[in-house]
């Protein structure tokens, strides 16, 4: 019941942003525009701070690996 | 009364609420500032009372902003007139003004004493000058400023710099001086604990008290003073131009209102009524009851002073048929109209915020948080 | 009457208090949306380096941020001291945009970036992140009701003028709202803000980089930085360019100001690389051309044509000699209000009424005007070529500059190799005051072309101001840079302190998550400390 209830809420969110999208959309485009291409830089911005996180795991791996293999090799 | 009538009736009713949210809020924080080298004598003293409003001085000077951004969207030609008539005033006020945020931000920046102290002389100076000229103002208005139009609404002030700076507007600057002063206080014992606590209350009690008698003289010298009476002119709800009325020029005029309707005495009563709760409450050691008595305080002096010059808003002592009312120099009804949509939708969700801006930073500040805090002023 | 000098002292006085306002915002505008993705890192990850990250450039976003909020203080009363013929006449509409942005945004921006500032230890980390974001729409929703204010005086539309209240009144919100310019100026000048941050945190994250210092950090903040700035760069050139094509059919004598075009010409018109542009003679001298690509760049087709000043001048003085009846029918309604025939006059000529505004300047009688007084005013209609010819290729360069740098650096940080490119980290820092000046030449450009309007068609300049004497103009305008240059000294010096300081370490250290690099940059951060006491 409550995920329904949820499931309910959220959709009226969605059908109440995108009616707000749509009459946005029509008279201001570029209003529009920097809503949604502010969200995606920012968006974007973050993501891009994560992957980093990920790649010097990965390249921490790959040196870890490398010494291990001299160690035994 | 035409609907635009209302709607400029309504304006400024909401003028009234922005300015004692901006008397209040504004005052307070100003206050701080005035009285931070007598409540703090060592700089964690000092650092400590600024700390008490240092997350919400920023929030609350909006209400400053909003202050002059309204009456610009509401009433044009008050804001055109007056801050230009008060030329070199208004800079004095802006310049005092704009010191505060450099203040409040940069001074704990640097550990010199040299660097600190100078800070602290400019939050006095940008506490005391801007609430002095905002009583010093509102002083002028009733003894009328010396403006006119031209034919198409140029306006020119004919008077000098030192002629606002006469002895009712001084009276009257000290009045809003006191009051900022107590509303600080109160604030600082709010937040503080000790010997800073103990100054808080001195000044707060010596405050209010000198605010009863400042306001209580101020009513006397209204008493004898000539009012400006609006003889004939196309009225409430009509579109025109400040040149088409009649004004003269009364003994005791300012008091007409409140002698046509009883009722109104009610807000000199509440401004002495919340002076003199304020006084026991700060003895009392009951500060936040200070702080709403000395709300009430602030918003009694206001209406009192608003009541007595409506219609007026700023009478013309050189041409006084040209002074502008709430009539004369109001926006256009759609503006208004506007105006207040925006006004009913957004003031309720701004109180709520900064209600919860208050609430999660409530409490004490502790010196010894102030010291290690990096975040701290 | 209003005395020349005094409007002179006072457009000096706008302009630099204008300018000196705007080297604070850009930064704001930018920086604040980039803290709110470094903090969703942080809430999402829940590592401590980007809390380090989201605080340290929340340091040196509060020191600028105090400035924008002091100098914006004056904008808010400069309109009233200096130009309250402007804010009378105007203030129906005008003063709307200005008090909802006390509303709507300032309010939200100041109340939370108090809560930023002092509530990380008050709030959990998803409210924090809520107060950040807060701020940055705020500083943004404030930008756009001033560029909405602004964009009325550039192409006034949704008003008009009541002859009853002797002003202009506000015909429809929507239309102000959402007008073209309005929409354009205010995506261009905010994301021209999202550079100016992506830059200022890529130098200074470069500038560690140089120096070994704060690794972690600086790495970081340079990834999320270009990301940033790459995007955003590219987001300022499309709307550049629309910006240019919306004013370009608004606003013409800007658009011959802006590409020095004397003469009209047939299409495909050429586009001036480099001009030096005569006032006098008005001809271009030194001028190298590209063929085509004026008609292409403005008008975005082949066969498009935008006229010249000569053409430009013609229609100017055509609305003047029209609007001369207007300014008649007025002195006689001003005195004499709902005189039939005045209103009939003022109704027939009420479309060039700002025109006739325009000649008064030379003939106070307006029914006396001379052919020469006309041509002189007609004249003044174009605004100086020069320095918006020049304004405006200096910001355009710039903001081809900032785009192949942007890319680069993107190309380096997504390889994870940026530290080894140290004549890019180099390049990095200087490129720092790039943004600054390229958000100040678009102001030039926007402003001075505007000219000789306050509000474009409607309201000369020359009346706007107030009658002040000259003594008073002098004396504000000495206070104001007096007081100015202390504050830019004082703002430099705290800023460049605390770059070189850099992150505060932490005695919190629940999250740290044991990475022994960042141990190291939060050790070197506490012997900083210790250095600084």
Redesign the interface.
């Known amino acids: 019941m409550k995920t329904f209830l949820l499931f309910v809420l959220f959709m009226l969110i969605a059908l109440i942003v995108i009616v707000l999208a749509v009459i946005l959309g029509d008279s201001g485009a570029w209003y529009f525009a920097w809503l949604v291409g502010t969200g995606m830089i920012v968006l974007i911005t973050a993501a891009g701070g994560a992957m980093l996180d990920t790649q010097e795991e990965q390249a921490a791996l790959l040196k870890a690996d490398a010494q291990a293999g001299a160690r035994h090799g | 009364m035409e609907i635009y009538g209302v709607f400029q009736v309504i304006w400024w009713l909401l003028l009234g609420v922005l300015l004692s949210g901006l008397a209040v809020m504004v005052g307070m924080d100003m206050g701080v500032g005035t009285i931070l080298r007598y409540v703090g004598r060592t700089d964690l003293e000092r650092r400590v009372a600024l ?1 008490i409003i ?6 609350n ?2 209400w ?3 202050g ?7 009433f ?2 008050i ?6 008539g008060f ?2 005033v ?2 004095l006020l ?2 005092s ?6 203040g ?3 001074r704990s ?3 010199s004493a040299a660097w600190r102290s100078t800070w602290d002389w400019a939050l006095f100076v940008s506490g005391l000058v801007p609430m002095v000229v905002f009583g010093a103002a509102f002083g002028n208005l009733f003894e009328g400023v010396p403006f006119h139009f031209s ?7 004919t008077g000098s710099f030192l002629a606002l700076l006469n002895p009712f507007a001084i009276l009257c600057g000290l009045l809003s001086a006191s009051l900022s002063v107590f509303m600080g206080s109160v604030t600082v014992m709010n937040g503080a604990e000790g010997a800073i606590y103990e100054r808080g209350r001195t000044l707060a009690r010596a405050s209010s008290v000198l605010a009863m008698v400042l306001f209580a003289v101020g009513g006397f010298w209204v008493r004898g003073m000539q009012g400006y009476v609006l003889s004939s002119g196309p009225g409430a709800g009509v ?3 400040p ?2 009325q009649v004004v003269t020029l009364t003994d005791g005029a300012w008091f007409a209102n409140f002698h046509a309707h009883g009722a109104l005495w009610l807000l000199p009563l509440l401004a002495f009524a919340g002076m003199l709760l304020g006084l026991w409450a700060a003895a009392a050691r009951r500060s936040h009851l200070a702080w709403w008595s000395g709300a009430l305080a602030w918003i009694g002096v206001i209406g009192t002073a608003g009541v007595a010059l409506f219609p007026f808003l700023l009478p013309s002592s050189s041409v006084p048929s040209q002074s502008l009312t709430v009539w004369n120099s109001s ?2 009804q ?2 208004l109209t ?2 207040v949509g ?2 009913v939708v ?2 309720p969700l ?1 109180l709520w ?2 209600s919860w ?1 208050f609430y ?2 409530r409490g004490k500040v502790k010196a010894e948080h102030v010291a ?1 805090d ?3 002023y | 009457m209003h005395d020349i000098t005094v409007v002179d002292l006072s457009r000096w006085q706008f302009a630099l208090t204008a300018l000196y306002h705007f080297l604070f915002v850009p930064l704001t505008l930018g920086l604040s949306f980039m803290l709110a993705a470094m903090e969703t890192v942080y809430v999402t990850t829940g590592k401590q380096i980007y809390k380090d990250i989201v605080q340290f450039w929340g340091k040196l976003f509060l020191i600028n941020f105090a400035l924008g909020v002091a100098t914006g203080l004056t904008m808010e009363f400069e309109f009233g001291t200096n130009w309250s013929f402007y804010s009378s006449f105007v203030g129906d509409i005008f003063g709307a945009p200005l008090a909802i942005e006390g509303l709507m945004a300032f309010f939200l921006e100041a109340t939370f970036i108090g809560m930023m500032a002092f509530g990380w230890e008050r709030m959990r980390r998803g409210q924090h992140l809520a107060v950040t974001y807060m701020v940055a729409f705020g500083s943004n929703l404030s930008a756009l009701w001033i560029l909405i204010a602004n964009s009325f005086m550039q192409t006034p539309q949704g008003a008009h003028f009541n002859p009853v209240t002797m002003r202009m009144e506000l015909g429809s919100l929507s239309q102000l709202i959402f007008s073209h310019d309005a929409q354009a100026k205010f995506v261009h000048t905010s994301i021209a803000g999202y550079v100016t941050g992506a830059i200022f945190v890529a130098g200074i994250s470069a500038w560690y980089m140089l120096r070994n210092r704060h690794m972690e950090l600086a790495k970081r903040s340079f990834r999320m930085a270009v990301l940033f700035g790459v995007l955003s760069t590219a987001g300022v050139i499309t709307l550049g360019d629309a910006l240019g094509f919306v004013g370009g059919q608004a606003q013409p004598t800007k658009l011959a100001a802006m590409e020095g075009l004397w003469k009209s010409e047939a299409a495909p018109m050429p586009f001036n690389l480099v001009a030096f542009p005569s006032q006098q003679d008005q001809v271009n001298h030194g001028q190298l051309q590209v063929p085509y690509a004026l008609s292409l760049l403005v008008t975005h087709s082949l066969d498009g044509t935008v006229p010249g000043v000569d053409q430009l001048e013609q229609q100017a003085a055509a609305r003047i000699r029209n609007g001369i009846p207007a300014v008649e029918a007025l002195q006689t309604l001003s005195s004499k209000p709902g005189d039939a025939d005045a209103l009939a006059q003022f109704h027939a000529h009420e479309k060039d009424l700002g025109y006739g505004f325009l000649v008064q300047r030379y003939a106070q009688d307006v029914s006396k005007a001379t052919d020469a007084q006309i041509g002189t005013a007609a004249r003044d209609t174009i605004p100086q070529v020069a320095p918006i010819f020049w304004s405006f290729r200096a910001m355009v360069a710039m903001g081809l500059a900032m785009l192949a740098y942007f890319v680069l650096a993107v190309i380096f940080s997504l390889r994870n190799r940026i530290e080894r490119q140290r004549w890019f980290l180099k390049l990095a820092v200087w490129m720092i005051p790039v943004p600054f000046l390229a958000c100040e030449t678009g102001w030039l450009v926007a402003e001075l072309g505007r000219q000789p309007w306050t509000v474009y068609e409607l309201l000369p300049t020359w009346m706007s101001a107030s009658t002040h004497s000259v003594g008073y103009m002098i004396f504000s305008l000495v206070g104001f840079v007096g007081l100015y240059t202390v504050f830019i000294i004082a703002e430099m010096y705290l800023m460049v302190r605390a770059i070189r300081q850099g992150p505060q370490p932490h005695d919190d250290d629940a999250g740290w998550d044991g990475d022994p690099v960042l141990g190291n940059s939060a050790s070197g951060g506490r012997l900083a400390g210790q250095a600084e006491g």
Do not use: C, D
Not at chain 2, 54 to 59: F, N
């Open positions: 700390n240092g997350p919400h001085w920023e929030g000077q909006v400053f902003v909003l002059g951004g309204a009456v610009f969207a509401a044009p030609l804001y055109a007139t007056a801050f230009s030329y070199v208004m800079l802006l310049w003004m704009i010191l505060r945020p450099l409040f931000e940069y920046k640097l550990p034919w198409n609404i140029t306006s020119t002030y579109p025109q131009t040149l088409q926006s256009s759609l503006t506007w105006m925006f006004a957004f003031v701004i915020y900064t801006a999660v930073m290690a990096e975040h701290s």
